[in-house]
């Protein structure tokens, strides 16, 4: 069965600050993907970043960077320089290779002070 | 640029009564989605049509029903409203097939459901 764990419920860094949250994952395919979804306070869910099973490699967009490692299956997620505009509701995703659903972890709410 | 269209935005239901959650895309997609979304339980799926004319469900479609009109348009319908159905309703749609795992979603703004 697939299950996202977000251990971190809520988060709150002072602006300028690096944040990193925490999303582990469970899956028995060898196929998946893997994302994460900005929910900021209007309410939309925001695509951020789609990774596949069989790259490894770290990425990086701007001020973001995302660290995948199948093994400790995690895939987490780093906010160099917080800003307030990155306070928002933040869901890491796993969709198995044939699945039409996207499991969501339960979220992490980052709350950035100026 | 719409994208994905939500209405209503917010609703009050007495318990049951019905009603229905309209959701309509503009950018051709052809998998759209319901979801809904409660407080500390993330996401969960209620149910998708992977293509027009075909529906299926997902993880909690007890209590709910759908209709895929076409491409464009996927409507949620509640048929006698529960308290536990109060929640946040995404509507969302991905361009690729829904068998492909890979989908990215664009979601709409969602629909503030409160049951009574």
């Known amino acids: 069965a697939q299950k996202v764990t977000q251990a971190q419920t809520e988060i709150s860094v002072v602006e300028k600050e690096d944040v990193t949250l925490d999303c582990v994952y469970e899956t028995r395919d060898t196929t998946y993907y893997l994302f994460w979804y900005k929910q900021p306070p209007s309410g939309e869910l925001v695509f951020l970043i789609r990774?596949?099973?069989?790259?490894?490699q770290n990425e990086i967009s701007g001020r973001y960077s995302w660290n995948f490692q199948k093994s400790t299956s995690s895939f987490n997620f780093t906010i160099t320089a917080s800003q307030v505009v990155d306070s928002a509701v933040y869901f890491c995703a796993l969709s198995d290779g044939g699945a039409n659903n996207l499991f969501f972890g339960t979220g992490t709410r980052l709350t950035v002070i100026p | 640029n719409a994208g994905v269209t939500q209405t209503p935005k917010f609703q009050v239901l007495k318990t049951g009564q019905s009603m229905t959650l309209q959701c309509a895309q503009d950018m051709n997609h052809n998998s759209m989605y319901w979801y809904r979304q409660d407080p500390g339980m993330g996401l969960r799926l209620i149910y998708y049509s992977a293509s027009e004319g075909t529906t299926d469900k997902g993880e909690v479609p007890n209590g709910y029903n759908v209709s895929r009109l076409n491409k464009r348009e996927f409507s949620l319908r509640l048929e006698s409203a529960a308290p536990s159905q109060t929640s946040v309703y995404f509507c969302?749609?991905?361009?690729?097939?829904?068998?492909?795992?890979?989908?990215?979603?664009?979601f709409g703004a969602g629909s503030r459901l409160t049951v009574l």
């Open positions: 990774r596949n099973s069989f790259d490894e």
């Open positions: 969302a749609s991905s361009e690729q097939t829904a068998s492909s795992g890979a989908n990215v979603l664009t």
